[in-house]
C-alpha cells in the first residue's frame, strides 16, 4: 500500500509535516520504537511509529533520521501524546533527508495504525499471488478475441488498484482504463521511455512526471517482422509500444513483476494483430509509389488509385485530394550512417505514427494513412477528402494535375509540434529525423511532381540544424529554398563581413545595434512603427541605424544593402 493511502484514511489521524512529493512511497509493513538506533530491525519499506522517547535534545534527531533514511523505511510517524508539537528540528531533518513525516494525534492509538497497515499489506499480498496462479487463463482470455487492451488493463485496475495506459513512441494514448493520462504527460513519459531505452537500461523504467512516479515496461514486437534481440536497439526503439504503470515498480516483488512482463507479452500480440492488418495499406502505398516511380501512365495510377481510395477512405463517394510526405531516418554523427541498421523500415512506421492526430485516441486512427518506404525513405500517401462545391473543384475537373487547395491538409510544423520532444529524445545524440510534406493534388498527374516536391522540401529540412526538422511545400517559393544550399564557407564569409562588425560594437558598448537592425527590416523600414516597436525616441532609431551604416559602410535607404542584411540575419 501507499502512504497517500494511510494519510487519506481519516481515523488513523494522521497529518503531513513534510515529503508530499514522496508519498507514492510503498509501505511494507510497520514498526514501532522509541530506540536511537532501529537500524537492527529495520528491512525498509516500513512505516516507523514512534513517541519520541529517544529524543533528550535537538542534537539527537539527525542521527536517528538519517539511520531510517539510510535503512529505506517509508516514512515516520511520530506521535504527540508525549511531546505536543513535534519539534521543528525533527522536521527539518527529514526534509533533508527526504523523509516523509506525520504526526500522529494523541487520540490514536499506534495500535490502531498498525492493525491497519498489516491488515492492508497482508490483502495486497494475497491478491498478488491470486493474480500471479490465475493471470495465465484470465489474461488469455482477455486478448484479441476478448476486448483487446482495454480489458487487460481493467484487470490491472480492479485486481491490483493500477492505473495503466499503452502509449505509442511518442506517447499517444492507444488504450487505457479509465480516464485518459492528462494532456502533455503521454509526450513526457515516452521522452523517458526512449531515453532510458537509448542509454541501454533494462525496463522497466521510473519516471516522475509531475509529482507522479510511473513505471514504464517495453512492450517488445513479437511477430514474424521483429527484429532478433541482438540486432541494434535503434532499429526498434522509434516504433516499440511501451506499457505506462503509475505505481513504482522499483520494489515490487517478482511476481508482481512477472505479472506486469505477461500483460505487455499480451499486448505485443494485439499489435502483431494490428501490424498485419496494416500490411494491405502499405502493400497499396508500394504499387502506387512504384508507378509514380517509373514514370507509369497517368491512366493506370489512376486506376490504382480508385482501388486504393475505398480501402483508405471508406464509403467516400469522390476521387479525393492527395497529399505526400516523405521522412527520413539517418544515424551516425554528421548523417554518416549507421553500418547494418535498414532505416527504410524504421521511417515507415515512424511516419504512420506522425500522421495520426496525437489528439486521437486508440490504436486504429491510422486506418487512413499508407506509407510505403524506398531505400532510407519513408512515403506516404494521404487522401484529403474533396470538398463539395469548393472552388478548387471546378478547376480541377478543367486541369487534372492541378494542386488542390489545401486548406485543411498537412502541415509541416504541425505534424512534429507535439512528438519532438520524445522522438529528440529517441535519436538521442546519433539519430536525425527529416521531413517535407507536399502541396495537395486532385490526380494521378500531379502526384510525380508532389513526390519531387515533398522530396524537395526534405532536403531543405535537412540543411537546417536539429535532431528533428521539417519543411512544407510553401517555402519553397521563398528565400528560404536557396539559403541551405549555399556552401557553408560562404555563408560563414557573408554573414562576417555584414554582421561581425555589428556585434563587436554590441560587446564592447552594451548597445542592441543588431536587434535594432533586425526590428527596421521587420518593419519594412518604417522609423515610427520600428521606434514604437524598441519603446524608442524616433532620433534615437536614427542615431542607431546611422551607426550602423557607419561600421559597415551599407545603406539601409538602398534596397540591395537591406537585403544583404536580411539574408544575413536569416543565414546567421
Given at each position: 500500500?501507499?502512504?497517500?493511502?494511510?494519510?487519506?484514511?481519516?481515523?488513523?489521524?494522521?497529518?503531513?509535516?513534510?515529503?508530499?512529493?514522496?508519498?507514492?512511497?510503498?509501505?511494507?509493513?510497520?514498526?514501532?520504537?522509541?530506540?536511537?538506533?532501529?537500524?537492527?530491525?529495520?528491512?525498509?519499506?516500513?512505516?516507523?511509529?514512534?513517541?519520541?522517547?529517544?529524543?533528550?535534545?535537538?542534537?539527537?534527531?539527525?542521527?536517528?533520521?538519517?539511520?531510517?533514511?539510510?535503512?529505506?523505511?517509508?516514512?515516520?510517524?511520530?506521535?504527540?501524546?508525549?511531546?505536543?508539537?513535534?519539534?521543528?528540528?525533527?522536521?527539518?531533518?527529514?526534509?533533508?533527508?527526504?523523509?516523509?513525516?506525520?504526526?500522529?494525534?494523541?487520540?490514536?492509538?499506534?495500535?490502531?495504525?498498525?492493525?491497519?497497515?498489516?491488515?492492508?499489506?497482508?490483502?495486497?499480498?494475497?491478491?498478488?499471488?491470486?493474480?500471479?496462479?490465475?493471470?495465465?487463463?484470465?489474461?488469455?482470455?482477455?486478448?484479441?478475441?476478448?476486448?483487446?487492451?482495454?480489458?487487460?488493463?481493467?484487470?490491472?485496475?480492479?485486481?491490483?488498484?493500477?492505473?495503466?495506459?499503452?502509449?505509442?513512441?511518442?506517447?499517444?494514448?492507444?488504450?487505457?482504463?479509465?480516464?485518459?493520462?492528462?494532456?502533455?504527460?503521454?509526450?513526457?513519459?515516452?521522452?523517458?521511455?526512449?531515453?532510458?531505452?537509448?542509454?541501454?537500461?533494462?525496463?522497466?523504467?521510473?519516471?516522475?512526471?509531475?509529482?507522479?512516479?510511473?513505471?514504464?515496461?517495453?512492450?517488445?514486437?513479437?511477430?514474424?517482422?521483429?527484429?532478433?534481440?541482438?540486432?541494434?536497439?535503434?532499429?526498434?526503439?522509434?516504433?516499440?509500444?511501451?506499457?505506462?504503470?503509475?505505481?513504482?515498480?522499483?520494489?515490487?516483488?517478482?511476481?508482481?513483476?512477472?505479472?506486469?512482463?505477461?500483460?505487455?507479452?499480451?499486448?505485443?500480440?494485439?499489435?502483431?494483430?494490428r501490424d498485419a492488418a496494416r500490411t494491405v495499406r502499405r502493400r497499396l502505398a508500394q504499387e502506387v509509389l512504384e508507378l509514380v516511380q517509373t514514370g507509369a501512365p497517368p491512366a493506370e495510377i489512376a486506376a490504382r488509385l480508385r482501388v486504393a481510395a475505398p480501402v483508405l477512405l471508406p464509403g467516400l463517394g469522390t476521387a479525393p485530394h492527395w497529399q505526400v510526405v516523405v521522412a527520413r531516418v539517418e544515424?551516425?554523427?554528421?548523417?554518416?550512417?549507421?553500418?547494418?541498421?535498414?532505416?527504410?523500415?524504421?521511417?515507415q512506421s515512424l511516419l504512420e505514427e506522425i500522421l495520426v492526430d496525437p489528439a486521437t485516441a486508440g490504436p486504429d486512427s491510422a486506418d487512413r494513412i499508407a506509407v510505403a518506404h524506398t531505400g532510407d525513405e519513408a512515403i506516404a500517401l494521404v487522401p484529403l477528402p474533396a470538398v463539395p462545391g469548393a472552388d478548387g473543384d471546378a478547376a480541377a475537373e478543367e486541369d487534372e494535375a492541378a494542386p488542390a487547395p489545401d486548406g485543411g491538409g498537412l502541415h509541416a510544423d504541425a505534424l512534429l509540434a507535439a512528438v519532438r520532444g520524445p522522438l529528440s529524445a529517441g535519436l538521442a545524440d546519433d539519430g536525425r529525423l527529416t521531413l517535407g510534406v507536399s502541396a495537395a493534388v486532385h490526380s494521378?498527374?500531379?502526384?510525380?511532381?508532389?513526390?519531387?516536391?515533398?522530396?524537395?522540401?526534405?532536403?531543405?529540412?535537412?540543411?537546417?540544424?536539429?535532431?528533428?526538422?521539417?519543411?512544407?511545400?510553401?517555402?519553397?517559393?521563398?528565400?528560404?529554398?536557396?539559403?541551405?544550399?549555399?556552401?557553408?564557407?560562404?555563408?560563414?564569409?557573408?554573414?562576417?563581413?555584414?554582421?561581425?562588425?555589428?556585434?563587436?560594437?554590441?560587446?564592447?558598448?552594451?548597445?542592441?545595434?543588431?536587434?535594432?537592425?533586425?526590428?527596421?527590416?521587420?518593419?519594412?523600414?518604417?522609423?515610427?512603427?520600428?521606434?514604437?516597436?524598441?519603446?524608442?525616441?524616433?532620433?534615437?532609431?536614427?542615431?542607431?541605424?546611422?551607426?550602423?551604416?557607419?561600421?559597415?559602410?551599407?545603406?539601409?535607404?538602398?534596397?540591395?544593402?537591406?537585403?544583404?542584411?536580411?539574408?544575413?540575419?536569416?543565414?546567421?
Amino acid at each position: 500500500m501507499r502512504l497517500r493511502a494511510l494519510l487519506e484514511t481519516d481515523a488513523l489521524g494522521l497529518r503531513l509535516l513534510g515529503g508530499e512529493d514522496e508519498l507514492d512511497r510503498t509501505v511494507r509493513g510497520v514498526m514501532t520504537t522509541d530506540l536511537r538506533d532501529p537500524s537492527r530491525y529495520l528491512s525498509g519499506g516500513e512505516l516507523v511509529l514512534t513517541g519520541l522517547a529517544w529524543r533528550r535534545d535537538a542534537a539527537d534527531t539527525e542521527p536517528f533520521v538519517r539511520i531510517l533514511a539510510s535503512a529505506g523505511v517509508a516514512g515516520l510517524a511520530a506521535g504527540e501524546a508525549e511531546l505536543g508539537a513535534i519539534p521543528d528540528d525533527l522536521v527539518q531533518a527529514c526534509l533533508r533527508h527526504r523523509l516523509p513525516l506525520f504526526a500522529v494525534n494523541e487520540s490514536v492509538a499506534f495500535a490502531t495504525i498498525t492493525e491497519h497497515v498489516v491488515r492492508q499489506v497482508s490483502g495486497e499480498r494475497a491478491g498478488d499471488l491470486a493474480a500471479v496462479v490465475d493471470r495465465h487463463r484470465r489474461l488469455m482470455t482477455s486478448g484479441p478475441a476478448g476486448g483487446g487492451p482495454e480489458v487487460v488493463l481493467d484487470l490491472l485496475g480492479s485486481d491490483l488498484d493500477l492505473r495503466a495506459w499503452v502509449l505509442s513512441p511518442t506517447g499517444r494514448q492507444i488504450a487505457g482504463a479509465g480516464a485518459p493520462l492528462p494532456p502533455g504527460i503521454g509526450a513526457a513519459l515516452a521522452g523517458e521511455h526512449l531515453s532510458a531505452t537509448r542509454t541501454g537500461r533494462r525496463g522497466p523504467h521510473r519516471a516522475v512526471v509531475r509529482g507522479l512516479t510511473y513505471s514504464l515496461f517495453p512492450i517488445r514486437n513479437t511477430g514474424r517482422g521483429a527484429a532478433p534481440a541482438t540486432r541494434d536497439v535503434r532499429e526498434t526503439v522509434l516504433s516499440d509500444w511501451l506499457l505506462a504503470v503509475e505505481a513504482d515498480a522499483g520494489d515490487w516483488p517478482a511476481a508482481r513483476l512477472d505479472l506486469l512482463q505477461g500483460v505487455t507479452q499480451l499486448i505485443a500480440v494485439e499489435r502483431d494483430r494490428r501490424d498485419a492488418a496494416r500490411t494491405v495499406r502499405r502493400r497499396l502505398a508500394q504499387e502506387v509509389l512504384e508507378l509514380v516511380q517509373t514514370g507509369a501512365p497517368p491512366a493506370e495510377i489512376a486506376a490504382r488509385l480508385r482501388v486504393a481510395a475505398p480501402v483508405l477512405l471508406p464509403g467516400l463517394g469522390t476521387a479525393p485530394h492527395w497529399q505526400v510526405v516523405v521522412a527520413r531516418v539517418e544515424w551516425g554523427e554528421g548523417g554518416t550512417g549507421a553500418p547494418g541498421i535498414d532505416a527504410g523500415p524504421v521511417a515507415q512506421s515512424l511516419l504512420e505514427e506522425i500522421l495520426v492526430d496525437p489528439a486521437t485516441a486508440g490504436p486504429d486512427s491510422a486506418d487512413r494513412i499508407a506509407v510505403a518506404h524506398t531505400g532510407d525513405e519513408a512515403i506516404a500517401l494521404v487522401p484529403l477528402p474533396a470538398v463539395p462545391g469548393a472552388d478548387g473543384d471546378a478547376a480541377a475537373e478543367e486541369d487534372e494535375a492541378a494542386p488542390a487547395p489545401d486548406g485543411g491538409g498537412l502541415h509541416a510544423d504541425a505534424l512534429l509540434a507535439a512528438v519532438r520532444g520524445p522522438l529528440s529524445a529517441g535519436l538521442a545524440d546519433d539519430g536525425r529525423l527529416t521531413l517535407g510534406v507536399s502541396a495537395a493534388v486532385h490526380s494521378a498527374e500531379g502526384l510525380r511532381g508532389a513526390l519531387e516536391e515533398a522530396r524537395h522540401a526534405r532536403r531543405v529540412a535537412a540543411a537546417r540544424p536539429g535532431r528533428v526538422c521539417a519543411a512544407g511545400h510553401h517555402e519553397l517559393a521563398s528565400h528560404v529554398l536557396l539559403l541551405p544550399f549555399v556552401p557553408d564557407d560562404v555563408r560563414r564569409a557573408f554573414t562576417a563581413r555584414l554582421l561581425d562588425p555589428l556585434r563587436d560594437y554590441d560587446r564592447r558598448h552594451r548597445a542592441e545595434l543588431i536587434p535594432t537592425l533586425e526590428a527596421f527590416l521587420d518593419c519594412d523600414g518604417s522609423w515610427t512603427r520600428c521606434a514604437g516597436r524598441l519603446h524608442l525616441h524616433v532620433n534615437t532609431l536614427r542615431y542607431r541605424v546611422g551607426r550602423i551604416e557607419q561600421l559597415t559602410g551599407r545603406d539601409l535607404a538602398r534596397l540591395e544593402d537591406k537585403l544583404d542584411f536580411f539574408l544575413a540575419l536569416r543565414m546567421s
